[in-house]
């Protein structure tokens, strides 16, 4: 490497054999001498990717590249060669760059976190979608649905949940009515205690506790069969055959779901106040005949049926973002997880949202 007439020329062999060699070679010239001369490579004999790689580093990718794509310097495969080497060491960060501020760390962190958020609620709406259609579609083709996989995703997602449902929402009763008594207790409105077990079961916890239940059971399900079917490219094959999977394995699902909540909802209303009715009997001496005559008096129609109308939208819900969550997998048992535990945390997060924004337009109109 010489400079003549103001003219960087490089010859000689630039090997991986002569690495040590070029590296002394290459120290021994200024870089601020050399930056803005034009580069002359009619000399150069051999060079493969670790000399081109010095060289580039030495007077710039950008340089190496356009004096290597000048016409007649170089033969097309040593030209093809220094542009390969080019193009990828542009895309590196320069060495020394500064470490970014916290400050403009936490903003950028901030904005890529709301970008995945945006980004995840328009594929969610397009699935949503997607799925909308397909059922509009099948609705009117009895020969179509798919009566097996329904009757089997009714059974694992309804029956099967029934005892846990059912369960739960007689402990979770229980305990509102003990902790209720307790504070009422003070006020000497201990009878208002049915009130606010039938009230709150009704209204909030039947359908709720029901649905958080079933995000975490059935959503991870759907989510860890779907995305099984996908590493094993069983979805490929159900595509390769003509088949349509959002009708084949997201229909059945979510029509399933859509039976089972209220159906779990219902049970779970009936069993928190039942919980709480035991606590009265045991711990206020209400009876269950005077239980069932103060709700009857004083709970109105209205608060089960909007308790039982929100039912299958959480349903529905819970249902596409487990199987959107199992179509996004990867191909690996990792992915499986990650999208497993993603179905299940977004299934919640979007109960639980629903159901507050439910909660504010059923209290402004009155309902």
């Not at 191909?331 to 945390?345: D, F, I, R, Y």
Request: hydrophobic content about 55%.
């Amino acid at each position: 490497m010489t400079v003549e007439a103001g003219t960087l020329r490089v010859a000689g062999d630039w090997l991986l054999s002569h690495y040590r060699a070029l590296t002394s070679v290459a120290s021994s010239v200024s870089v601020q001498e050399i930056s803005r001369l034009p580069v002359d490579l009619s000399r150069l004999d051999r060079i493969d990717t670790a000399g081109a790689s010095q060289l580039a580093s030495l007077v710039g990718p950008d340089r190496l590249l356009e004096a290597a794509s000048a016409p007649g310097e170089l033969p097309r495969e040593k030209s093809a060669l220094i542009a390969a080497v080019c193009e990828a060491m542009k895309d590196q960060p320069p060495p020394g760059r500064a470490t970014p501020s916290l400050l403009w760390s936490f903003i950028t962190g901030t904005g890529q976190k709301v970008e995945s958020i945006f980004r995840l609620l328009w594929i969610l709406v397009g699935f949503i979608g997607q799925t909308l259609a397909t059922l509009v579609w099948n609705l009117p083709r009895p020969g179509r649905w798919r009566m097996t996989p329904f009757v089997a995703a009714v059974h694992d997602t309804g029956l099967n949940a029934l005892p846990i449902v059912a369960l739960l929402t007689f402990l979770v009763g229980a305990v509102v009515a003990f902790l209720g008594a307790t504070v009422l207790e003070s006020f000497g409105a201990t009878i208002y205690t049915v009130n606010l077990v039938a009230f709150s079961f009704l209204r909030e916890f039947g359908v709720l506790l029901a649905a958080i239940l079933l995000a975490g059971r059935t959503a991870s399900a759907f989510t860890a069969h779907i995305g099984a079917m996908k590493v094993n490219e069983e979805l490929d094959a159900i595509r390769t055959l003509g088949l349509n999977p959002i009708e084949l394995l997201v229909l059945p699902r979510v029509m399933a779901m859509m039976v089972s909540l209220p159906i779990l909802t219902f049970v779970g209303m009936i069993s928190g106040i039942v919980g709480g009715a035991v606590v009265c009997a045991l711990v206020l001496d209400i009876s269950p005949i005077q239980f069932m005559a103060i709700a009857e008096r004083d709970i109105a129609l209205k608060h089960f049926l909007v308790g039982l109308v929100k039912a299958p939208v959480f349903a529905f819900l819970i249902a596409v973002i487990g199987c959107l969550e199992g179509f996004k997998v990867e191909g690996s048992a990792q992915s499986v997880g990650e999208h497993t535990t993603a179905s299940v945390v977004q299934s919640i997060f979007m109960v639980i949202l629903l159901d507050s924004i439910a909660a504010l337009f059923f209290m402004e109109m009155g309902w």
